[in-house]
């Protein structure tokens, strides 16, 4: 079993791909319930909650004893008969929102969620506009634009006779 | 002694730095061609004298001199050979030792075959160069000493951590570091652009094989990462959306970035504005990458407050580079004159597409990574933004990427025909047709979106086959001239062919690995038998082994498929006795692209030991397609015209600006 103390110098190692990690393995054959179906919902759920002690791991994931208890809380709560939905409520209940490894969308996450949408279309709006403010080849006096220069075309023979088979596109 | 000679070698070559990062930039300013070259000389002799620091810090290592603190704590004179020298990186200070080393190699790359750089640019470039390596000479020297000496020298080291003491540990970190690093040169070319205030196209051209080196090592270390990951930590994942790992992924979309813009400015002379930020950009997320992994703010907000040297002072550097660059940039960047028109619907608009999600995809796995951390510092409450979060908001972005990958080099530049285009890649759509349809069928009843992700993925591979086979004019004219074509072709093109087809590869290979995996999870005693995806495996009993700095437990599994045996597996647990670890060594069984994995846990009173049995189907084209990808990268770049074009720059760019 590796200490937190150990842990924490492998996250630490170089700007290496190391992964607060452990010999071990997460979910224990004694856990697992007896009906697979129930026993894949917990399995789904895991992977959606964070062992509040390792480093950015899912209980799943983890063999932190911590990591243990609340897997095996959560096939309590799905033992009783709860929806995944209610598993989630009681353990955010419990333990914050800090156990959730998708954070929901609330007033403290709204930047979190908005800026991938909003990096994208404000990038997508940001590049029409710009091609409407630029003259658009295709519009403005299309031939002299997109036919080459005598220029050009002298120096596209240099560098396709440079090369020893054409190539057209590039 | 040699501890003493290596701490002195690097107070030498931050004097160099010094000479370097002041003296070029007076001579540029006084046209002095003299003081100008002052650069190629101190460049050269830094390397040699941050090479001589670090084979110090290694001899130490390999000669276990334990009156060394870094020696001492992280090697053991039992320790194998390899992992003497692999320990050196597998370290704080040592990894900073390398991190300058390989800044101080690049350096030095460019002063040596930088010859055909115009005198104020090689000297403009140096210089920044120099202006990076004295920030990190400084942070080593004053925080970060890998030399100190013990007072009271132990008989013993304290051994490296287990889990690094592994051969992926050994050459992952360098190949990060070179891709890490090696953006460095992009960086100072972009800020000496600005400082020099001009840019042509024939810049883009010497940008082009540094960026693209630098990339083909982040490739390859990320992958190599992964697959470390995936054997080594002992439950078959290979990626985990870790903020040490994204502090790798996001150079990587900034660099891939970087390379499909830079090519539009080579090709086009446009989109020089954007191209010198992505620059800027990629090296800052460089410097971002080492701070998060270096500060320790990751581990906990609350442990970098209590012992901040180190992360004060990268912070310092990070705001220092990544400030100042920016506001060169805002004050400058206007200076730079746009060329090169084109229309949305061309070869630069594809490009421009692949950069706007590139760059969206990026910003993503920044605010994931860093969200949490400013959320705890401005408002003291701890969210979590892990795997669920990044697999929710990277897939929407890059399938639109995905399907337009192959539209992209089948578009004329300046002005494309989409129609032409998706005519041409027709029998590419068929084959992701008929390859959904045959996925389908074949897991009848079960997910329902991998099929699809498995026919965007042929469509990628096929699309850049169709690009190919309609250069070479395949089935239009007779074969053997088009396989003299095919010869013929530029290697940059077989380069694009190849690392778009890496692209689909590894998709392949993450669909049905995350979707038909299989596993095997039980408590198994001798002669019990597990039956995992149509494999049966007989664990045959456990023998203790004594390695050379550990003790091992072997299982023994007989692997068979329907009644034929095929192979035997061999999973063990390690106990290092002087830390008091144990590392488990996962066992593999290769079969084509798939693998069965098995992994030990712990023994239960019964003699029973738990055990986990993964089949993971064509797992391993996850990591060939990024080695397609680096292969590719590595075609493009011994293309004769990334070297023959470059040294006549002037006129070639005068020629485009004239034209437009």
Redesign the interface.
């Known amino acids: ?2 200490r937190p103390s ?1 842990r ?23 856990e ?1 319930m007896a009906d697979p179906v129930k026993e894949a919902r917990a399995r789904e759920l895991s ?2 909650l ?1 062992c509040m002690v390792c ?4 209980i799943d ?1 983890s063999e932190a004893p911590l990591a243990r208890d609340l897997r095996l809380l959560v096939r309590e709560r799905i033992a009783a008969g709860d929806s995944d939905g209610q598993v989630i409520d009681f353990l955010v209940a419990r333990y ?8 929901r969308f609330n007033p ?2 709204l ?2 969620w908005l ?2 949408p909003l ?2 279309f404000g ?2 709006f940001a ?1 029409w506009r710009y ?1 409407r403010r ?5 519009k403005v006096g299309a031939d002299s ?2 036919s ?2 005598a ?2 075309e002298a ?1 596209l023979e240099r ?1 396709l006779s ?4 054409p ?1 057209r ?2 | 002694m040699i501890a003493e000679s290596g701490h002195y070698a690097l107070v030498l070559a931050l004097g160099l730095a010094l000479i370097q990062s002041t003296v070029p930039l007076l001579g540029a300013r006084w046209r002095d061609a003299a003081l100008m070259n002052v650069a190629r000389s101190t460049a050269l002799a830094q390397l040699l004298f941050v090479a001589a620091s670090f084979v110090a810090l290694v001899t130490l290592h390999v000669t276990s001199d334990f009156s060394v603190v870094n020696v001492y704590e992280n090697s053991h004179s039992l320790k194998p050979l390899i992992y003497k020298i692999t320990g050196v990186w597998g370290n704080h200070e040592g990894s900073m030792l390398l991190w300058v080393s390989i800044l101080a190699l690049f350096g030095g790359l460019v002063a040596a075959f930088g010859n055909n750089l115009p005198l104020s640019l090689r000297a403009h470039v140096l210089a920044v160069q120099a202006w990076i390596a004295s920030a990190f000479y400084l942070f080593i020297l004053i925080t970060s000493n890998p030399f100190l000496r013990i007072a009271n020298p132990p008989i013993e080291g304290r051994d490296l951590n287990p889990v690094l003491q592994d051969i992926g540990l050994a050459v992952h970190p360098p190949m990060l570091y070179l891709g890490y690093v090696g953006f460095s040169i992009s960086f100072s070319f972009a800020v000496a652009a600005l400082l020099e205030g001009r840019i042509d196209a024939a810049w883009a051209r010497w940008v082009r094989p540094w960026t693209l080196m630098a990339w083909i090592f982040l490739t390859l270390g990320i992958a190599m990462g992964s697959y470390w990951a995936y054997y080594e930590l002992g439950w078959g994942g290979w990626w985990f959306w870790d903020p040490v790992e994204n502090a790798s992924l996001m150079p990587w979309l900034a660099g891939t970035a970087l390379l499909h813009s830079a090519l539009v400015m080579e090709k086009r002379n446009a989109l020089k504005v954007w191209t010198i930020l992505l620059s800027i950009l990629t090296f800052s997320l460089s410097l971002l990458g080492t701070f998060l992994v270096r500060s320790g703010v990751l581990t906990s907000v609350h442990a970098f407050a209590t012992d901040p040297t180190r992360g004060v002072f990268i912070l310092l550097i990070l705001c220092v580079f990544i400030g100042g660059s920016l506001t060169l940039y805002a004050w400058r960047a206007s200076a730079l004159k746009q060329g090169g028109l084109f229309a949305p619907i061309s070869r630069e608009g594809a490009l421009v597409l692949n950069n706007l999600f590139l760059t969206t995809a990026c910003a993503t796995v920044f605010i994931g990574t860093l969200y949490p951390l400013a959320l705890e510092v401005l408002t003291g409450e701890k969210i979590s933004v892990g795997a669920p979060f990044f697999n929710l908001t990277f897939a929407p972005l890059f399938v639109p990427l995905l399907i337009a990958v192959p539209f992209g080099p089948l578009l004329a530049w300046k002005r494309g025909d989409l129609l032409g285009a998706a005519q041409r890649l027709m029998a590419a759509g068929i084959a992701a047709f008929a390859a959904i349809a045959v996925a389908w069928a074949w897991t009848y009843g079960g997910a329902t979106l991998a099929p699809i992700a498995i026919g965007l993925a042929v469509f990628v591979i096929a699309g850049a086959l169709c690009d190919l086979a309609e250069r070479v004019g395949l089935f239009r004219i007779p074969l053997s001239i088009s396989l003299r074509r095919a010869r013929g072709l530029p290697r940059a093109t077989w380069g694009t062919m190849f690392a778009h087809a890496g692209l689909g590869v590894a998709l392949i290979g993450i669909v049905c690995e995350t979707t038909w995996n299989s596993e095997y999870i039980g408590a198994m005693k001798p002669d019990d038998v597990a039956s995992v995806a149509g494999y049966q495996l007989r664990l045959d009993g456990m023998t203790p082994r004594q390695g050379p700095n550990y003790r091992e437990m072997v299982a023994q599994f007989t692997v068979s498929l329907d009644g034929r045996r095929i192979s035997v597996m061999t999973p063990s647990k390690r106990n290092f006795t002087t830390r008091g670890a144990s590392t488990t060594e996962a066992a593999l069984l290769t079969r084509g692209a798939s693998q069965l994995y098995i992994s030990l846990g712990d023994t239960a009173a019964d003699g029973a030991i738990a055990v986990r049995i993964y089949h993971k189907p064509l797992v391993l084209l996850i990591w060939w397609g990024p080695v397609l990808m680096a292969f590719g990268g590595l075609l493009s770049l011994s293309d004769r015209r990334l070297r023959v074009g470059a040294p006549k720059p002037a006129q070639a760019a005068r020629a485009l600006q004239a034209a437009e």
Do not use: C, W, Y
């Not at chain 1, 480093?55 to 899912?58: H, K, R, V």
């Not at chain 1, 914050?96 to 954070?103: A, C, D, I, S, T």
């Not at chain 1, 630029?134 to 295709?138: E, L």
């Open positions: 079993m590796m150990q924490l110098a492998v996250g630490l190692l170089a700007a290496i791909l190391v992964i607060g990690a452990a010999p071990a393995f997460a979910v224990q054959p004694d697992i992977k959606e964070r480093q950015n791991q899912s994931d914050g929102e800090f156990v959730l490894l998708k954070p403290h996450t930047l979190l800026v991938p990096a994208l990038g997508g590049l091609s630029r003259p658009n080849p295709t634009d997109l080459l220069t220029e050009e120096r560098l440079a090369e020893s088979t190539d596109r590039t």
